[in-house]
Each structure stands twice: as C-alpha cells, then as structure tokens.
C-alpha cells in the first residue's frame, strides 16, 4: 500500500479596500505641532507622513482577509491614490504591522495607534517628489502611489497561531515627508480612490489527504472507474 500525504495548493492574488471611516486613521506624534497621541478617525486624506507642522503615524485597516493561517505571502503592497492638493516634500516611510490575530478598528482614544504592539520587521518607503503626487496630478493611483513589497511584515501576522481566515490586518507607517492621498471618509465611496491591500498567497486549497485512503498495491495499476 502506498503510504505518505498528498497536498492541493492554489496561488491567488487578492484585493481588500479600506471598509469604513474608522478603518483608517492618523495620530500625532512627537515632533511637530499638536497634542500628542491625538487621534483623527475622520479625516480626508492621509498625509503620509506631514500634515502642515504635525508629525504623525498612519494606520490602515482592512478586514475579512481571507487567507488561512500559516499560507505563504509571496507579495503584497498597499495601493494609495494622490489627493492632489498638496506638493510632495521627500521623506523616508517606514511601514510594518499590527501583531494580532484580529486588529481591531481605530477609535478616538489617545495613543489608539503607536499602542499597538508591532512586528518586528518594517519596510522602507523612499521618499518621492514625483509629478504624480503633485497638485496637477490628483487621483493618481500608479507605481510612485504603491507601497514597496511589504509581505515580510505581513507574513508574521498570517503566522500568528490565533490568525483565522476572515480576520482583521492593520498595517501601520510612520517616517517623515509628504506624499498626500485619500482616506475612506475623503474618497466619496470612489473605490479608485480607496486605498487597498494587495497580496498574492500561496495556501493549501483543500484539506490534505492521506494516501492511505486509495488502496493501491504497490507496482500495480488503476484504471478510471475501477471498483
């Protein structure tokens, strides 16, 4: 009898969008101007990462991330879209995760985002003063808006042992610079304009099955619709 276990696996990219008004979110920082740890749960935009004087860190929440516990990230990026109504100011972005099983939505509560606790890895985001994040040039959604890759620092999260298919990811950005794009509450439901998660997973499609469920004699042969 042949002995051993027999894996389906499936590779699929999927997109998540921002869900709600307090799925993204700024807070002020040491730095700059404003109360620290101030939250702001309805803004427009998403100053990454100067608003005027203020110095701030970014949260963005997507939810029902439909990959199961321990799948294989092979990339991922986030996809931001220019508001246009800002100059760029070059700035380095340092962008990592929320270590949770469920992240959850951000709330008016002081320090709602530098709280949290981080994975370890984080990714760095070069500063840009592209055209395409310009004043001429609102509603730009290209490569100068997306993210590098950022699986390292999504991988950790979909490792968790509590991480279930359908659960919550935030991912967080911090640095200097200005490179302003849409939030939820400012993109007037155009789903261009939201921001998104993109990842391509690689997980089992379908439970593993023992080979040992086929009685199949070894050197022998079987034939379709054999009994």
């Known amino acids: ?15 998540w969008t921002v869900s709600s008004g307090t799925n993204d979110a700024e807070e002020t920082v040491p730095g700059g101007s404003g109360t620290v740890g101030a939250m702001d749960i309805t803004s427009s935009d998403l100053e990454i990462m100067l608003d005027g004087t203020r110095r701030q860190i970014i949260g963005v929440r997507f939810t029902n991330i439909t990959i199961p516990q321990g799948a294989t990230i092979n990339r991922a990026f986030i ?11 070059a700035g380095d972005v340092y962008i990592t995760a929320q270590d949770a099983d469920n992240g959850p939505t951000f709330t008016s509560t002081a320090f709602n985002i530098s709280s949290r606790t981080q994975v370890n890895d984080s990714i760095l985001w070069v500063g840009s003063t592209s055209s395409t994040w ?7 959604a290209g490569a100068e808006q997306r993210t590098p890759d950022i699986k390292t620092v999504i991988q950790p999260v979909i490792n968790r042992t509590g991480w279930a298919a359908g659960n919550a990811l935030v991912v967080l950005l911090k640095g200097s610079g200005v490179r302003n794009t849409y939030s939820f509450d400012g993109s007037g439901g155009d789903v261009n304009y939201i921001p ?11 439970p593993a099955m023992a080979v040992t469920n086929f009685p199949i004699a070894t050197k022998s042969e079987r034939k379709y619709l054999d009994i």
């Open 79 to 89: 996809q931001f879209a220019n508001k246009g109504d800002k100059a760029p100011v």
């Open 134 to 140: 310009g004043t001429s040039a609102g509603g730009a």
């Open 1 to 15: 009898m042949l002995t051993g276990t027999v894996f389906s696996q499936i590779t699929r990219t999927q997109v």
């Open 196 to 206: 998104k998660l993109i990842i391509e997973y690689t997980a089992a499609s379908m």
